[in-house]
């Protein structure tokens, strides 16, 4: 190596350096600018790349990541990591048939990289190819039996292919090698009530929530539980809270909406599902639980009205349809009602 070349390599290393020691500490922007004075001393080097595009996807910069990958992998087109980054980038962008193939070339050079099975099986589970999906998972667990994750990922699959007692074991086996997960704690909650197992769904929803009490879906799905225990008070208090962390999420609003009406604290409910509403003015669900509400304070035109927008929204509810007959008989509309419960029983079957 001549003394100009080693002058040379010596500055290109000193910013690669510059680079990393900023970018251990979070200083980002900085770590960008060292690697650019790198790049432009020599473009070739894979590897500064690499490190650019994983400063870029840390400041969720996707498509500038996405083409410091491309040059890696044009200059070292077997990186197994290149092509492995590059599928997370496509990912992130939504670009999921481009994902697939990054990751079906990061495992053509390495049948063994586990990372890259699983996070091919996170995309086929985006793109609802569930079966697929739980294959590259339990491909995945083949090389790596231990890791919590993955069995948390299994789990999500197998619910989402409908097989939610398979789903509640693989959460429980993931749990004991990480009884920390929340999000498995939180989903084997949602399992078991979605199985009307509502003693064993308050538990495992009090486990994710002594783990993050900031974690809103948890709240909601104590208070959906409480709720169908008959415990309004008590499911009141959690939709509370998870609006007191969430204050614009319509659905909780509506969840809380039911409860008062359930408690015939109508006013407070017909509040809750304006405010709803207010939120998502197609919220077809809040228009049709503002009926009752209405017609229990004997606004029966009003609550008329807010099946007809149900209607407008979905005109096949079922819900609307038996609700609109309901309120023409009690204000004396027989005719019209008629109608109603005949398009009622037309769409029952």
């Excluded at 005719?335 to 037309?346: M, P, Q, S, V």
Aim: aromatic share 8%.
């Amino acid at each position: 190596m001549t003394a100009d070349a080693s002058q040379g390599y010596d500055n290109l290393m000193t910013w690669v350096q510059a680079g990393e020691a900023r970018r251990q500490i979070g200083q980002y922007a900085d770590a960008l600018v060292a690697y650019d004075h790198a790049l432009a001393l020599d473009p070739t080097i894979a590897i500064v790349w690499g490190l650019k595009g994983d400063v870029l996807a840390q400041l969720e910069r996707y498509d500038e990541a996405l083409m410091s990958y491309d040059k890696v992998v044009a200059i070292e087109p077997t990186s197994v990591l290149a092509w492995f980054s590059k599928g997370r980038m496509l990912r992130s962008l939504g670009r999921n048939t481009e994902a697939l193939v990054a990751y079906d070339r990061a495992l053509a050079l390495n049948p063994d990289y586990m990372e890259a099975w699983f996070n091919k099986g996170n995309v086929l589970h985006d793109m609802e190819r569930y079966e697929e999906a739980l294959s590259c998972t339990d491909r995945a667990l083949a090389l790596d039996p231990n890791n919590a994750a993955l069995w948390y990922g299994r789990g999500t699959t197998l619910d989402s292919l409908g097989r939610g007692e398979e789903a509640l074991n693989t959460y429980t086996h993931a749990l004991t090698l990480d009884p920390s997960n929340v999000d498995a704690w939180y989903n084997m909650g949602s399992s078991h009530l979605a199985h009307g197992q509502h003693v064993d769904a308050l538990e495992a929803f009090h486990h994710a929530l002594a783990l993050d009490p900031t974690y809103v879906k948890a709240w909601n799905n104590m208070g959906n539980t409480l709720a169908d225990l008959g415990q309004y008070g008590e499911a009141l208090t959690a939709y509370e809270q998870a609006l007191a962390l969430t204050p614009n999420d319509a659905q909780i609003w509506n969840n809380k909406g039911t409860v008062l009406d359930l408690m015939e604290r109508y006013q407070d409910a017909l509040d809750a599902f304006d405010h709803a509403l207010s939120l998502d003015p197609r919220y077809a669900d809040a228009w049709l639980n503002r009926c009752k509400p209405l017609a229990g304070l004997g606004h029966y035109e009003d609550a008329l009205a807010a099946c007809d927008r149900v209607l407008a929204l979905e005109p096949t509810s079922v819900g609307a349809w038996n609700n609109k007959g309901l309120i023409l008989r009690a204000l004396g509309r027989v005719a019209e009602a008629e109608i109603a419960e005949r398009r009622l029983r037309e769409l029952q079957g």
